[in-house]
C-alpha cells in the first residue's frame, strides 16, 4: 500500500461480513496468494482512495528466492499475520464484548501510534462491529460509556483513545464492565 486504506474481510453465504484488517500505507496484503498461487483467503476492498503497487508472482518468486534476506522479511511478516491471527481467535472465543471492543480500538490505535492527544483511529462503528461481531448499536452504546468516562472521543468516521489503561485492562482481562 502507498496510500489510502483496504479492508480485509470475509463473506458469509447469508450476506454476514467480517473485517478481518485494515491494510493501509507501508502495509501489504495478498502475500499468501502471491507465496501459494491459491486463490485469496478474504477480499481486498479499497475503502479510501487507494494507491496500490502490485507484483506479479511469476516475477516475484525468482526475486526472493535469490534475496535471503527478502525471504526471511516475508517469513518474519508471515509469523506476525499469524501471531496476529491467532490473537483474533482467542478474543472471539476467551473475551466478552467490551474486551474484544477494547482489543480491537488497542490493535486499531497501535498501527497509528500517535502521540498526545489520544490515538486516533479512523474507523466507523460499523466496521468496528464487523471486526468484532456485535452489533453497531452494541458498538454505539459501549463507545459512549466509555466516552463518559473520558476514555475515548467519538469523532465522525474516528474514535479517538483519550486513556489507553482502563481498555488494556478490559482487553486482557476481558471484564464484563461496561
Do not use: Y
Not at 496500490?52 to 526471511?72: G, K, N, T, W
Not at 511478516?77 to 482489543?103: F, H, K, M, N
Not at 459512549?144 to 483513545?161: P, Q
Request: contains cysteine.
Amino acid at each position: 500500500m502507498i496510500s489510502g486504506t483496504v479492508k480485509i474481510s470475509v463473506s458469509s453465504p447469508d450476506g454476514r461480513s467480517a473485517i478481518l484488517n485494515l491494510i493501509g500505507p507501508g502495509e501489504i496484503f495478498g502475500e499468501v496468494a502471491v507465496l501459494d498461487g491459491q486463490a485469496r483467503t478474504a477480499d481486498a476492498t479499497a475503502n479510501t482512495n487507494c494507491e496500490i503497487f502490485v507484483i506479479d508472482r511469476r516475477e516475484f518468486l525468482p526475486f526472493v528466492q535469490s534475496q535471503p534476506a527478502l525471504a526471511m522479511k516475508f517469513i518474519e511478516l508471515l509469523c506476525a499475520r499469524l501471531r496476529w491471527t491467532s490473537d483474533q481467535v482467542e478474543q472471539v472465543i476467551l473475551q466478552d464484548l467490551p474486551g474484544r471492543l477494547a482489543s480491537a480500538l488497542l490493535r486499531l490505535t497501535e498501527k497509528h501510534k500517535l502521540a498526545q492527544g489520544g490515538r486516533t483511529s479512523a474507523v466507523t462503528q460499523q466496521e468496528l462491529s464487523e471486526m468484532v461481531g456485535m452489533t453497531r448499536e452494541s458498538i454505539n452504546k459501549q463507545l459512549r460509556a466509555w466516552a463518559a468516562r473520558n476514555w475515548v472521543r467519538l469523532e465522525h468516521g474516528a474514535i479517538v483513545v483519550l486513556d489507553a489503561e482502563p481498555l488494556q485492562a478490559l482487553a486482557g482481562a476481558g471484564s464484563e464492565d461496561d
